[in-house]
């Protein structure tokens, strides 16, 4: 059974910090991607950060870019987000899901079906 644990959310003000931690089990870590998404309150989920753990490719949405890092460590079989320069924008609960890599060129994010149960991430003003 796939289980995808995520931690480290929390209240942090603008310009502050945070690390996020994917912890997953039930399946063969090297041949997945791990993806983050986040949902704010009223809007729609969005993909944030992706890894592709066998080739090591990692993608990044726009708002993100520069300040947001993805990482894995597969012995941990942990998927880590460090998230710098925090923006109130920011503020979401956060959630990892989990995908078989199809190859290195499709797309990261694409066909996620297991999640996990979600963190929540505050940033204030």
């Known amino acids: 059974e796939v289980q995808l644990v995520e931690s480290g959310g929390g209240s942090v003000q603008a310009g502050g910090s945070l690390r996020l931690s994917c912890a997953a089990s039930g399946f063969t870590f090297d041949d997945y991607n791990i993806g983050w998404f986040r949902q704010a309150p009223g809007k729609e989920r969005q993909g944030v950060s992706c890894?592709?753990?066998?080739?090591?490719?990692?993608w990044y949405s726009d708002s993100v870019k520069g300040r947001f890092t993805i990482s894995s460590d597969n012995a941990k079989k942990t998927v880590y987000l460090q998230m710098n320069s925090l923006k109130p924008e920011d503020t979401a609960v956060y959630y990892c899901?989990?995908?078989?890599?199809?190859?290195?060129?499709?797309?990261?994010?694409?066909?996620?079906?297991?999640w996990g149960k979600g963190t929540l991430v505050t940033v204030s003003s």
């Open positions: 899901a989990a995908t078989p890599t199809v190859s290195r060129w499709y797309p990261c994010m694409s066909g996620m079906g297991d």
């Open positions: 890894i592709q753990n066998r080739y090591g490719n990692t």
